[in-house]
């Protein structure tokens, strides 16, 4: 597949059950010079503590750190969604919201990935990873309706492939991918478009 140049804004990743894991293949696998912004949403108890971020910052060479309300959208970090808030991109940052959960959820995967897609149309990559339930559907099809580019977790290699199922069947998603592979294409896409 022909890939047009852009110049990416930012990358959406919305995984459930099994989602450390993968996040930890994918962000150690991402080289210290990934400038474009990662923003994830793993789905996790509204009590949960800094264990994830800590457990995840082991494996990336990126710094890695939870939303605050307003946070600038800088380039080289990955930004990950607080217990029990939905994260919204908006321009050049992030807003925290405690509407109602969404597909059961809050953070929400769809709210996260339809803002991206909102603010930056085209200039955003969507990745669905492993998950139990089919939350990221809806904001992966408007990803894909802006012009953006979606990449899913080979079914077979998640620890629960309802959620890229459910995504590879409702949109016509530019990749499927192993959680390695994955992260290579994201290089390959971020770092092209910046030449």
Known sequence: MKT????????VIGTSLGGLSALKIILGNLPADFLVPIA????RHKESNNTL???LQESALLPIREVEDKDEILSGHIYLAPADYHLLVEL??????????????RPSIDVLFESAADVYNEEVIGVILTGANQ????????IKARGGLTI???????QSDIMPEAAISAVAVDWILTLSNIASQMVKLCHSSRK
């Not at 047009?4 to 990358?11: A, E, T």
């Not at 994830?40 to 789905?43: A, D, K, P």
Request: glycine content about 4%.
């Open 152 to 158: 899913v977790q080979e079914p077979a290699t998640a």
């Open 53 to 55: 971020l800590e457990l």
């Open 92 to 105: 050049d940052h992030f807003a925290l919201s405690t509407d109602q959960p969404v597909s059961y959820a």
């Open 4 to 11: 047009k140049q852009v110049s990416f804004k930012i990358v």
């Open 40 to 43: 994830i949403v793993q789905h």
């Open 135 to 142: 939350d990221g559907v809806q904001g992966l099809k408007k």
